[in-house]
Nanobody, 126 residues
């Protein structure tokens, strides 16, 4: 499966962005999906993940309450709505697919994910 992330950009503190991940080559309906980010000088980390059933989600503590992950299996897409953005959210954001997912589990470790998109840059100015 190929993943294409989009929607990044430059926003001011407090602004919002909606990131989208479009999948091709296979359906993602049976995969857990995640959004990860890599800040300068830091390791890649989970932002949010969603089980393939859509009802189970998990978030990193720094973004909980500010971000919402969702999926549309019919359109083969996953989205990340980010509100209240802060300068520390500046990073390259990646979407990823976990082929071993279950309908009620979304794993958090980057190593568990099998397919990765190319990343989209999010920059939050202070």
């Amino acid at each position: 499966v190929q993943l294409q992330a989009s929607g990044g950009g430059l926003v001011q503190t407090g602004g919002s962005l909606n990131l989208s991940c479009a999948a091709s080559g296979d359906t993602i309906s049976g995969y857990a999906m995640g959004w990860f980010r890599q800040r300068p000088g830091k390791e890649r980390e989970l932002v949010a993940a969603i089980a393939w059933g859509g009802s189970y989600t998990t978030y990193a503590i720094p973004v909980k309450g500010r971000c919402t992950i969702s999926r549309d299996n019919a359109k083969n897409t996953v989205s990340l709505q980010m509100n209240g953005l802060k300068p520390e959210d500046t990073a390259v954001y990646f979407c990823a697919a976990d082929v071993a997912g279950s309908p009620i589990v979304a794993r958090r470790a980057p190593a568990e994910y099998d397919y990765w998109g190319q990343g989209t840059q999010v920059t939050v100015s202070s």
